[in-house]
């Protein structure tokens, strides 16, 4: 039961132009919402959070919105840079140590 | 402090045989996870340690497999028997649990990738 959903494997973008990854999920109970950046051959690694208490949260070039209603959280980077290139993990938790994870999102950031 | 280690790094094996992966969390956290990843899926959560007791078992753990973390330091994964659906990367993290920020943010190591012929 995927709970956590990228519908996006890819998304292409020029350098400098916005990326907008998105993630829907089906369970009301998730109260954290978080998402990871990996590259081959390594782990994937904390980008940023949002709890479900709030509708945005910003670190630097990295938004993340958060829509309850819809179910639904979207990252921004702005503006996008060649070392953005990675898959992108969107990750949500209904308790204090467990997250789901969607499939990811390949991200190029085109020169 | 280096961070999550993981060893080996790639293991390739026989079917029937048995694999063991090691991790080496970060010093300070406190709990512990495996996770397992296929092709073009993200993580999906295994098991679970506090300190050394395993708190919680994926039902995709089978009886295959067993994993343990004996002085609340190093995990072990153990995977008998091993069968073709075994092939994955396995993940461990580990973190200290809750934030300032109220999440629990999970450090990964580079994974062990299993091969089974």
């Known amino acids: 039961d995927q709970q956590v959903k990228q519908n996006s494997p890819s998304l292409s973008v020029q350098e400098g132009r916005i990326s907008i990854l998105n993630c829907d999920y089906t369970n009301s109970m998730f109260d954290y919402f978080l998402w990871y950046k990996k590259y081959p051959a390594e782990g994937p690694t904390f980008l940023i959070s949002?709890?479900?208490?709030?509708d945005k949260n910003e670190d630097g070039r990295f938004t993340v919105f958060l829509n309850k209603s819809a179910k639904h959280l979207s990252l921004h980077i702005v503006p996008s840079q060649p070392g953005d290139s990675a898959v992108y993990f969107c990750?949500?938790?209904?308790?204090?140590?467990?997250?789901?994870f969607g499939a990811g999102t390949t991200v190029t950031v085109r020169a | 402090d280096t961070g999550v280690s993981q060893d080996p790094r790639h293991k390739i094996t026989k079917r029937g045989q048995n694999v063991t992966f090691r991790c080496d969390p970060i010093s300070e956290h406190n709990r512990l996870y495996w996770y397992r990843q296929t092709l073009g899926q993200g993580p999906e959560f295994l098991t679970y340690f506090q300190n050394e007791a395993q708190l919680e078992k994926s039902r995709l753990l089978s009886d295959r497999f067993s994993a343990e973390r004996p002085k609340g330091s190093f995990s072990t994964l153990e995977i008998q028997r091993t069968e073709q659906g075994d092939s994955a990367m396995y993940l461990c993290a580990s973190s200290r649990g809750l934030t300032l920020s109220g999440a629990n943010v999970l450090t990964f190591g580079a994974g062990s990738r299993l091969t089974v012929l």
């Open positions: 990750a949500a938790s209904a308790n204090d140590y467990k997250l789901s």
């Open positions: 949002i709890s479900s208490i709030k």
